[in-house]
């Protein structure tokens, strides 16, 4: 049987004997069998005459959520710890409303006393807990309020272990967590009652009022169960509000990050699990964590002059395994990589990037200048929902802190 291809015509060529001129000079080379070719070289592109290049594309778009005010952030002051404003009786509390619809009242909140010394109370907490492990011995017993907290933080996990997840079929958002948020909010003010009932002073009756809708808020929206960094800076407020009062002082900074905010960071890592909360306005792969950003500032203070572990050291899976537990920072860091597949610097290479900077004074002070500008300063108004932001007009502010947005809506900005 003869082979078909053998019977096929040679392919056609414009190839020149091996002796002609074509061979002399840089002539085309022909596709087909490598040797010179008579066909002329195509003219060069001229501007006057023929039509532009296409314009260049990249094969991947830059994601929509990256950082574009970085330029700014690294030319910001660092923020400095302040002390408390304390709050002086007679107190006259109210329930705190929403205020805030533009950025304008956020700039106008930001250069206020409250705007100030809230941003210098994180920064005070930081400086509490620089080269301290989350099991180091407390310079003191804890405080009455601190010991409070710690109890607050308790029920709220027993309330985790008495509301199991329902059975459903979505990635995010288990209903069994209203359920769990229904419980928080009937007993808020009976959970608030032994805070202020440490100060032993009848000035702060009503206090529960105010205080309360910073705690509920705290721990995520039972409507749309989900958790961001606004509802933890609802925390650091709460917080804020009971040094206000005088019911925690700088003597109990230190007690407050390693014991009560290492607390309330278990509490929320335990209700992102079960219930399977949702991002709250998630900067995606541009952000440091979906959920929280303040256990990053409190655990690159840890970790400032330490004699081993610097900020590439998160890339070892030994010092994670084996020091998470003692720092903050590293134990976001394994929680990220636990949740995340893929290359750690495609799915965190903010966290990438971060782990490049020579020591860890440098990255506390960046991430104290980045919380500033992309969480304390950014709104909301046209995106997902944004952290809380605060009424900035001290005249009309509360005892305690001042009036703030809980939550600005994608669709409503006037409801809470």
């Known amino acids: 049987m003869s082979n078909p291809e053998s019977n096929a015509p040679p392919p056609t060529t414009s190839c ?58 690294v030319l910001s002051p660092v923020p400095q710890p ?6 002086s009786p007679p107190f006259a509390f ?22 100030r010394h809230f941003l210098g109370f994180v920064a ?22 601190v010991s409070a907290l710690l109890d607050l933080i308790s029920v709220l996990s027993a309330f985790v272990a008495s509301t199991p997840p329902l059975p459903h079929n ?49 721990f995520g929206n039972a409507t749309r169960i989900d958790y961001g960094t606004g509802h933890e800076t609802n925390f650091a407020a709460f917080l804020y509000c ?7 002082t700088e003597a109990d900074y230190r007690a407050v990050v390693l014991r009560v905010f290492a607390a309330y960071l278990d509490l929320m890592r335990t209700l992102q699990d079960t219930y399977l909360l949702e991002p709250a306005g998630s900067h ?45 920072y590293l134990a976001c860091v394994a929680y990220v990589k636990k949740v995340k597949k893929g290359p750690f610097a495609e ?18 002070s960046g991430l104290l200048k980045m919380y500033k500008a992309e969480v304390l300063e950014k709104g909301g108004l046209k995106q997902y929902p944004k952290p809380l932001c605060f009424e900035a007009n001290v005249q009309n502010t509360h005892t305690m802190f001042c009036k703030y947005s809980a939550w600005m809506q994608k669709t409503d900005m006037t409801g809470k």
């Open 16 to 73: 020149p004997p091996p002796g002609s001129a074509a061979h002399a000079g840089h002539a085309p080379l022909c596709r087909s069998c490598g040797a010179p070719t008579t066909t002329p070289a195509p003219p060069p592109w001229s501007a006057s005459s023929d039509s532009p290049p296409p314009a260049y594309r990249p094969i991947r778009m830059p994601a929509i959520n990256a950082p574009t005010n970085t330029a700014a952030i």
């Open 82 to 87: 302040l002390p408390v404003p304390p709050a």
């Open 284 to 328: 995606g792969v541009w952000g440091l964590d979906d959920y929280h950003f303040l256990p990053f500032i409190f655990g690159a203070a840890q970790l400032i002059d330490h004699k081993y572990m610097k900020p590439k050291s998160i890339h070892n899976p030994d010092i994670l395994d084996n020091f998470s537990k003692e720092y903050m």
């Open 242 to 248: 009971l040094a206000r009062l005088g019911l925690i």
């Open 347 to 364: 799915h965190s290479p903010m966290l990438d990037d971060i782990s490049g900077v020579p020591h860890w004074k440098k990255v506390n």
């Open 124 to 145: 005070a907490l930081s400086a509490s807990v620089h080269g301290r492990k989350l099991s180091d011995p407390l310079p003191s017993p804890p405080s009455p309020a």
């Open 170 to 218: 979505s990635r995010y958002g288990n209903p069994a967590f209203r359920l769990w948020h229904e419980k928080l909010s009937d007993s808020a003010n009976q959970l608030i009652a032994p805070i202020t009932a440490t100060a032993g002073s009848p000035d702060l009756a009503g206090a529960d009022a105010e205080l309360a809708p910073y705690l509920l808020d705290s």
């Open 94 to 115: 109210q329930v705190p409303a929403k205020r805030i619809t533009s950025p304008d009242d956020i700039a106008r909140f930001h250069a206020s006393l409250h705007g």
